[in-house]
């Protein structure tokens, strides 16, 4: 605990009354001789006793006790004022090695922690210009699989219409498969060559392995004139078109050719 600060004058007061006190002494001293009688034979004690030198001795010595008292209480303090200071300034001294020595310790700790601040700032920087990258990266890849997405649903969307417009034209021909195509009602036929036409067109380029030059030559042959096969009449036309099993069999290999690319494009929509 604190301690408050020895009187800084204990020492100095202690040896003003000390050295009082023998003044005191000496003044008491001669007056002693002063009053003392001339003759031993003559002496009066009662006389003496009233005397005024003999009561201004007497009050002396009361004093000269009451000072030496006080220069030993003052001695005393002095000792205790000693001690406390003593103690005080190990005490004090101590407290100010340990402060030191925990400002150096504090300072070591405050320069290793503002190198491992500057390197994790640095370390933060970087990692944010590859958190930056990364993003971007991540913007592009995700733009480019939106797209993908988006021609893979347009192309499933529009092989499916294909694959349901074929089924129907192989279903109508499948009525009259193996017979003439003069069979085949007339509204019928003209929906089939419109189908035939529109997706070979369409998906030409799907198509470019699936047919061979001779089934191109009879697709192409009755969608450019489906009307002769509805004649009254058979024509010069007639005794060379295609039978319904040649226009069947085109319509079938194309909706297979369809369904075959649309199930690994789904697959490899799926892989991704």
């Known amino acids: 605990s604190a301690r408050s600060p020895p009187p800084t004058n204990v020492a100095s007061a202690g040896g003003g009354i000390g050295a009082m006190a023998r003044v005191l002494a000496k003044c008491a001293a001669a007056l002693v001789l002063a009053a003392a009688p001339s003759s031993a034979l003559s ?18 010595k009361d004093m000269m006790k009451q000072l030496e008292k006080e220069a030993e209480e003052d001695e005393e303090i ?19 090695a340990d402060a030191e020595a925990r400002i150096e310790d504090l300072t070591t700790k405050i320069e290793e922690l503002t190198a491992a601040s ?25 733009a480019i699989r939106e797209k993908q997405l988006a021609e893979f649903n347009a192309e499933e ?13 192989v279903t109508v021909l499948s ?46 042959a009755f969608v450019q004139a489906p009307q002769d096969y ?18 069947f069999g085109i319509l079938r290999q194309m909706k ?17």
């Open 43 to 60: 002496f009066d004690v009662e006389a003496a006793k009233n005397r005024p030198v003999s009561k201004v001795i007497t009050l002396l």
């Open 78 to 96: 002095y000792d205790k004022m000693a001690c406390w200071c003593e103690t005080n300034d190990k005490e004090k001294t101590k407290s100010i």
């Open 118 to 142: 500057a390197r994790l700032n640095t370390e933060i920087k970087n990692h944010e210009k590859e958190v930056a990258k990364n993003q971007e990266a991540l913007d592009k890849a995700t």
């Open 157 to 169: 969307k529009d092989l499916l219409e294909s694959i349901s417009a074929l089924k129907a034209a």
């Open 175 to 220: 009525k009259h498969h193996g017979g003439s195509l003069l069979q085949i009602p007339r509204t019928h036929m003209m929906s089939v060559a419109a189908t035939l036409q529109y997706q070979l067109r369409k998906h030409s380029s799907l198509l470019q392995g699936a047919l061979t030059p001779s089934e191109r030559r009879v697709a192409a």
């Open 230 to 247: 509805f004649d009254a009449a058979p024509t010069f036309k007639q005794s060379y078109a295609p039978q319904s099993g040649e226009i």
């Open 256 to 272: 297979e050719t369809f369904e075959s690319n649309l199930s690994a494009s789904q697959k490899e929509e799926m892989a991704n």
